[in-house]
């Protein structure tokens, strides 16, 4: 058991132990160092972690709730594995909701919230350059989709997306992986940005909707690509995104 989390962190006393207990596990998650399918025992990850075991509970309970983990009965907490399909249907739902998001987000907007996105955007953008890493760009990623959603002001809008990206995110960056993936994310964020700063709800809507769709389309052909092509394949799509990838356009 102590090899299964051997990539596992451990938490320095004081502080919230909880929150600090979730952040670890969460990042080992998102980060492919505890793999889909991996049992999260409260007793061994609360050794490893070197902390007691209530915080470990706690933080595992959250992930259950962001979808990053699920309950298994008689087995207990695993972490979340997710199929192709599942995850198309995920995103599917998905492209919707976040097109809302960020519809009513820019019927929000104001000032303070505009250099909020506009700080996240720059500190993704410094990760992108400086090759920051897979979980660096994720965190990223994250920070920006749920800058939006909050601005939203929706609290049955927040509390959905909130349940479903963690597991949108841990299936696609399991299942597609690419150089350009944080690059072409961050310019997709800039679009969603540009139409919100535009005063622009119809452009943002459909700038949210296309990127998520693009994700969506990217995994489909991963999925369907013979092992051997896949790289070539990304690659190409990529640079030229396959038509009906703009929705309305």
């Known amino acids: 058991m102590a090899a299964t989390y051997a990539a596992v962190k451990s938490i320095a006393p ?3 132990l909880a ?3 979730y952040e670890e596990l969460r990042a080992a998650i998102l980060e ?3 793999a889909p399918g991996t049992a999260l025992s409260v007793p061994a990850l609360a050794d490893r972690m070197n902390i007691s075991r209530s915080p470990v509970r706690e933080a595992v309970q959250r992930l259950i709730h962001d979808g990053l983990a699920r309950h ?3 087995r207990g907490a695993v972490v ?4 192709v399909e599942d995850l198309r249907q995920l995103y599917v739902v998905r492209e919707q909701l976040e097109g809302l998001a960020a ?3 820019a019927e929000r907007l104001d000032v303070t919230a505009l250099t909020a996105l506009e700080e996240i955007l720059a500190e993704h953008g410094r990760v992108v350059d400086e090759g920051g890493g897979e979980g660096a760009h994720i965190e990223q990623d994250m920070r ?3 800058a939006i959603r909050t601005l939203s002001g929706n609290d049955h809008l927040i509390e959905i997306l909130d349940q479903i990206q963690g597991k949108a995110h841990l299936g696609l960056h399991s299942l597609w992986r690419h150089p350009r993936a944080a690059r072409l994310a961050l310019e997709e964020h800039q679009k969603i940005y540009d ?3 535009a005063g622009d709800p119809d452009a943002a809507e459909l700038a949210a909707r296309n990127h998520v769709a693009r994700l969506r389309v990217r995994l489909a052909q991963t999925a369907s690509a013979p092992p051997a092509r896949r790289k070539d394949d990304q690659r190409e799509h990529d640079d030229h995104p396959p038509e009906g990838t703009d929705i309305g356009a």
């Open 14 to 16: 004081g502080g919230l």
């Open 19 to 21: 929150d600090r207990a």
């Open 32 to 34: 492919s160092r505890l």
């Open 72 to 74: 298994v009965p008689h």
């Open 80 to 83: 979340t594995s997710v199929d």
């Open 103 to 105: 519809r009513l987000a």
């Open 144 to 146: 920006f989709h749920q």
């Open 195 to 197: 139409a919100m700063a």
